[in-house]
């Protein structure tokens, strides 16, 4: 036995001992294969390019070989020991190519084409229009691509002395057509690069990577590239590919968007949906491609008048803000291990007697476990695969005697009911007929990825392993799994948690649209949460909720969002506030974390409460646990986290600020209309909302603006009992006392465990309204 895998799994992250790497290599890599043998294999090699190469041992029948610096070209190898032999396994290098002169121009009344040259006469297009005022769409394209017809704005073309000039509403580009040195400009700033395109192309022409400059000038401060639990560094290197960090994620997010923004006044987005790396050390951008003929490196470049403006600029390319109904901005409450009605109806009723305020409730372990849409210990008569079930199909009893009671009952107090989902066919490892036949069914109709050779693709990742995954880019598949799940909304239910949504590992999967694994990685999350979106739309028009952890540029369009799998620490908090922010250039407005975190042992008091004051003046706030052995209750209810502590301190301070987020819930929902209608998130960076203070604002990477008026700087260290808060420029008046202080200077704010430092821009219209939410809270 020799095993062999060239691709892996696809985890872009963690390699298999028995892969190639790199996978795809480039022209001057260092190419390794690894493999496997029996134990007792004592010799094993690689044939390469007429030679034998000795393969290294790792023990456990684990070995490498080292086939040397990657060359240009098709390369084949086999492995083999003295017993046996396998493959060959082939890759090819590919060469990059350079268009760097510019051979004509040709203008259109709402664009112009540049034809671009270079060595060996390889030739691309640029082609520059105006989709909005503002900005510039700049598509490089390779190959025989027929020119589109350019559509937007109006511009003016003016060609003269080596130089292009290109004016639209809002925006001027010019181009040197010597050097192909790039500028565009906007009415505060603007980028300087280049128009020259680098593309990998393989023997026959296929293109497989494009690359282009990506030139920061000195001195600016770079944001955004969707949910970045850490902040961008000038030499850092950004992957943009959905992906599963189970906390921790570092540099790795579950919501990326090739979107920069940055504090010179522009934004720069990548309009694809393959993988793609921002390395701001070596100063490139690059895209990946399946292996095709034509290739086009979409690039839009957006100027306006302050940094938020641009990312209302990018709101309007790629959809609106939806806003949620108003019952989604009050207090959340959730935990695994409510698995049973008679544990949240208890839950419940505590909150109740407690006073503590809230308006959803998310059940996550409410299901079989396997269907992942029936009741946990329903009875029922199993349908054929392509039927539904519906309420009165069910007899419940076991741990959920009465749904359809239980939410009556939340609703009667106010609550509203979110259910957990998966976009899975799970790989059970037990019968269950009514599965059993969705299943079948399912793979008998085409409903889930494919693998390149037409079988149903499995996942390989390490969450629902071995499950298929529904294809949610094909209409009839999308039917007949919600029509499996209607009956829960005739329940009464008002939302579901879209969990997951980062399942697809390979390069060459196929989805029912024509997409395949490298364009369906990013792109996937949105069809899943788009598609449940419709669903609830289609039924609760205005009132129902996704909350989803996955997703790519529009997340936007569906609302909303948590930060994912987060330990009890005061490094994930403070990593979850720049998530939240980073998320929020991208147009990411309804987002939350799980207070406190939602992993391991519960949190202490002090980071509890001062992570509950920050959720009470963010978008969402909710506590939430995840599933744990530990015979200890580690729930992050308000009581069990001072019963755990034998501190009474975190239900009375949470239950303060629960009862001040229900005073601020009209406020709260009618600043994320009005954010929504100005394509602006509810989270803002202060220094890019005052952009003539961004470097002193720059100094607290945690204090954010709250909606139009508030800014709010969290307590995030241990043992705090003073914040320092750099106040933007203008007049600020402290909530909690009514006390005005000057803009633009620091000051040091008193902040006990009942008060987080927050204050209020003077001059807004809604000051009244504030201060007479808190004059009136209790506490």
Same mark, same amino acid.
């Given at each position: 036995?020799?095993?062999?895998?060239?691709y892996?799994?696809d985890d872009?992250y963690?390699?298999l001992?028995v892969?190639?790497?790199p996978?795809?290599?480039?022209?001057?890599e260092?190419v390794?294969?690894g493999?496997?043998t029996?134990?007792?294999v004592?010799?094993?090699?690689?044939?390469?390019?007429?030679?034998?190469?000795?393969?290294?041992?790792?023990?456990?029948?684990y070995w490498?070989?080292?086939l040397?610096?990657?060359?240009?070209?098709?390369?084949?190898y086999?492995?083999?020991?003295?017993?046996?032999?396998?493959?060959?396994?082939c890759?090819e290098v590919g +060469?990059?190519? &350079?268009?760097?002169?510019c %051979?004509? @121009?040709?203008? =259109?009344?709402?664009? !112009?084409y540049?034809? #671009?040259?270079?060595e060996?006469?390889?030739?691309a297009t640029?082609?520059l229009?105006?989709?909005?005022?503002?900005?510039?769409?700049?598509?490089?394209?390779?190959?025989?691509?027929e020119?589109?017809?350019l559509?937007?704005?109006p511009? +003016?073309?003016? &060609?003269?002395?080596?130089? %292009?000039? @290109?004016?639209a =509403?809002?925006v001027? !580009?010019?181009v040197d #057509?010597?050097?192909?040195?790039?500028?565009?400009?906007?009415?505060r700033g603007?980028y300087?690069g280049?128009?020259r395109?680098?593309?990998?192309?393989?023997?026959?022409g296929?293109v497989?990577r494009?690359?282009?400059?990506?030139?920061p000038?000195?001195? &600016?401060?770079?944001?955004? %590239?969707g949910?970045?639990?850490?902040p961008?560094?000038?030499?850092g290197?950004?992957?943009?590919?959905?992906y599963e960090?189970?906390?921790?994620?570092?540099?790795?997010t579950?919501l990326?968007v090739?979107?920069?923004?940055?504090?010179a006044?522009?934004?720069?987005?990548?309009?694809?949906e393959e993988p793609?790396?921002?390395?701001?050390?070596?100063r490139?951008?690059?895209l990946?491609?399946?292996?095709?003929?034509t290739a086009?490196?979409?690039?839009?470049?957006?100027?306006?008048?302050?940094?938020?403006?641009v990312?209302?600029?990018f709101?309007?390319?790629?959809?609106?803000?939806?806003?949620?109904p108003?019952?989604?901005?009050g207090p959340w409450?959730s935990?695994?291990?409510?698995?049973?009605?008679?544990k949240?109806e208890a839950?419940?009723?505590?909150?109740?007697?407690?006073?503590?305020p809230?308006?959803?409730?998310?059940?996550?372990?409410?299901?079989?476990?396997?269907?992942?849409?029936?009741?946990?210990?329903?009875?029922?008569?199993?349908?054929?695969?392509?039927?539904?079930?519906?309420?009165?199909d069910?007899?419940?009893?076991?741990?959920?005697?009465?749904?359809?009671?239980?939410?009556?009952e939340?609703?009667?107090?106010?609550v509203?009911v979110?259910?957990?989902q998966?976009p899975?066919l799970?790989?059970?490892?037990?019968?269950?007929?009514?599965?059993?036949?969705?299943?079948?069914?399912?793979?008998?109709r085409?409903?889930?990825?494919?693998?390149?050779?037409?079988?149903?693709?499995r996942?390989?990742?390490?969450w629902f392993?071995g499950?298929?995954?529904l294809?949610?880019?094909?209409?009839?598949?999308?039917?007949?799994?919600?029509?499996?799940?209607?009956?829960?909304l005739d329940?009464?239910?008002d939302?579901f948690?879209t969990?997951?949504?980062?399942?697809?590992?390979?390069?060459?999967?196929?989805a029912?649209?024509g997409?395949r694994?490298?364009?369906?990685?990013?792109?996937?999350?949105n069809?899943?949460?788009?598609?449940y979106?419709?669903?609830?739309?289609a039924?609760?028009?205005?009132?129902?909720?996704?909350f989803s952890r996955?997703?790519?540029?529009?997340?936007?369009?569906?609302?909303a969002?948590?930060?994912?799998?987060?330990?009890?620490?005061?490094s994930a908090?403070?990593?979850?506030i720049?998530?939240?922010?980073?998320?929020?250039?991208?147009?990411?407005?309804?987002?939350?974390?799980?207070i406190?975190?939602f992993?391991g042992?519960?949190?202490?008091v002090?980071l509890?409460?001062?992570?509950?004051?920050?959720?009470?003046?963010c978008?969402?706030m909710?506590?939430?646990?995840?599933l744990?052995?530990?015979?200890?209750?580690?729930?992050r209810s308000?009581?069990?986290?001072?019963a755990?502590?034998?501190?009474p301190r975190?239900?009375e301070v949470?239950?303060?600020?629960?009862?001040?987020?229900m005073?601020?819930?009209?406020y709260?929902?009618?600043e994320?209309e009005?954010?929504?209608?100005?394509?602006?998130p509810?989270?803002?960076?202060p220094?890019?909302a005052?952009?003539q203070?961004?470097?002193?604002?720059?100094?607290d990477?945690?204090?954010?603006?709250?909606?139009?008026?508030?800014l709010?700087?969290?307590?995030?260290?241990k043992?705090?009992s003073?914040?320092?808060v750099?106040?933007?420029?203008?007049?600020?008046?402290?909530?909690?006392?009514g006390?005005?202080?000057?803009?633009?200077r620091?000051?040091?704010?008193p902040?006990?465990?009942?008060?987080i430092p927050v204050?209020?821009?003077?001059?807004?219209?809604?000051?009244?309204?504030?201060?007479?939410?808190?004059l009136?809270?209790e506490?």
């Amino acid at each position: 036995m020799i095993l062999h895998q060239p691709y892996g799994h696809d985890d872009p992250y963690r390699p298999l001992p028995v892969e190639r790497t790199p996978r795809d290599p480039e022209p001057g890599e260092r190419v390794q294969v690894g493999f496997q043998t029996e134990s007792g294999v004592r010799e094993a090699w690689v044939n390469f390019a007429g030679k034998r190469l000795e393969a290294q041992p790792l023990g456990e029948g684990y070995w490498v070989a080292d086939l040397g610096i990657a060359t240009v070209g098709r390369h084949a190898y086999t492995l083999a020991t003295e017993a046996e032999q396998s493959g060959p396994y082939c890759f090819e290098v590919g +060469r990059w190519l &350079e268009a760097d002169r510019c %051979l004509g @121009v040709r203008g =259109e009344p709402y664009g !112009v084409y540049l034809d #671009l040259v270079g060595e060996a006469g390889v030739r691309a297009t640029l082609a520059l229009s105006f989709p909005l005022e503002g900005v510039c769409r700049a598509e490089f394209r390779v190959g025989l691509l027929e020119p589109a017809v350019l559509e937007g704005l109006p511009c +003016r073309v003016e &060609e003269g002395s080596g130089a %292009l000039r @290109v004016v639209a =509403e809002g925006v001027e !580009v010019q181009v040197d #057509l010597t050097t192909l040195a790039l500028a565009v400009q906007g009415p505060r700033g603007g980028y300087r690069g280049s128009a020259r395109l680098r593309w990998l192309a393989l023997g026959d022409g296929r293109v497989t990577r494009l690359r282009c400059a990506l030139t920061p000038g000195a001195g &600016e401060t770079l944001y955004g %590239l969707g949910e970045r639990f850490i902040p961008l560094e000038a030499a850092g290197r950004y992957d943009v590919r959905v992906y599963e960090e189970y906390k921790e994620q570092g540099p790795r997010t579950y919501l990326p968007v090739p979107f920069l923004l940055s504090s010179a006044g522009y934004g720069l987005w990548l309009a694809a949906e393959e993988p793609s790396h921002f390395d701001l050390g070596a100063r490139t951008l690059t895209l990946e491609k399946l292996p095709t003929p034509t290739a086009s490196l979409p690039l839009h470049f957006i100027v306006a008048a302050e940094p938020y403006g641009v990312t209302a600029a990018f709101v309007r390319l790629t959809g609106p803000i939806v806003v949620p109904p108003k019952w989604a901005f009050g207090p959340w409450i959730s935990a695994n291990t409510w698995n049973s009605q008679a544990k949240a109806e208890a839950v419940l009723r505590r909150t109740l007697e407690e006073g503590v305020p809230a308006t959803v409730l998310v059940l996550e372990a409410w299901s079989d476990e396997t269907t992942f849409y029936v009741f946990n210990d329903a009875e029922y008569a199993p349908t054929d695969g392509a039927g539904a079930l519906h309420a009165q199909d069910f007899r419940f009893g076991g741990r959920w005697p009465d749904p359809k009671g239980l939410i009556e009952e939340c609703h009667r107090h106010g609550v509203r009911v979110l259910l957990w989902q998966i976009p899975v066919l799970k790989h059970a490892g037990h019968p269950h007929p009514q599965h059993d036949a969705d299943v079948a069914y399912a793979l008998e109709r085409g409903f889930v990825i494919q693998n390149a050779d037409g079988t149903p693709y499995r996942n390989k990742g390490w969450w629902f392993t071995g499950s298929h995954v529904l294809d949610f880019s094909n209409p009839e598949a999308c039917a007949w799994w919600f029509s499996k799940r209607k009956y829960l909304l005739d329940l009464g239910v008002d939302g579901f948690k879209t969990d997951g949504g980062e399942h697809l590992w390979g390069h060459d999967l196929r989805a029912h649209d024509g997409r395949r694994g490298l364009e369906l990685y990013n792109a996937y999350p949105n069809l899943y949460v788009g598609a449940y979106h419709r669903f609830l739309e289609a039924y609760r028009p205005g009132e129902g909720l996704t909350f989803s952890r996955a997703g790519y540029t529009g997340a936007q369009r569906y609302p909303a969002h948590w930060a994912g799998d987060e330990n009890s620490t005061w490094s994930a908090f403070k990593a979850s506030i720049l998530a939240g922010l980073s998320a929020g250039v991208c147009g990411v407005s309804i987002w939350g974390w799980d207070i406190g975190g939602f992993s391991g042992e519960i949190p202490t008091v002090e980071l509890y409460l001062r992570s509950a004051a920050m959720a009470a003046f963010c978008p969402v706030m909710q506590y939430h646990s995840e599933l744990h052995a530990s015979a200890d209750d580690r729930d992050r209810s308000p009581w069990n986290v001072a019963a755990r502590h034998g501190d009474p301190r975190a239900l009375e301070v949470f239950r303060r600020y629960a009862r001040l987020r229900m005073r601020l819930l009209d406020y709260l929902h009618a600043e994320a209309e009005a954010a929504a209608e100005l394509g602006l998130p509810l989270m803002r960076y202060p220094a890019l909302a005052y952009p003539q203070a961004h470097d002193f604002l720059a100094g607290d990477p945690y204090a954010y603006l709250f909606g139009r008026d508030l800014l709010v700087a969290p307590v995030v260290e241990k043992g705090a009992s003073s914040r320092a808060v750099r106040l933007p420029p203008g007049e600020w008046i402290y909530l909690w006392s009514g006390a005005r202080f000057a803009g633009g200077r620091a000051l040091s704010v008193p902040a006990p465990l009942e008060r987080i430092p927050v204050f209020v821009r003077a001059d807004s219209p809604r000051l009244g309204q504030l201060l007479e939410a808190v004059l009136g809270w209790e506490g």
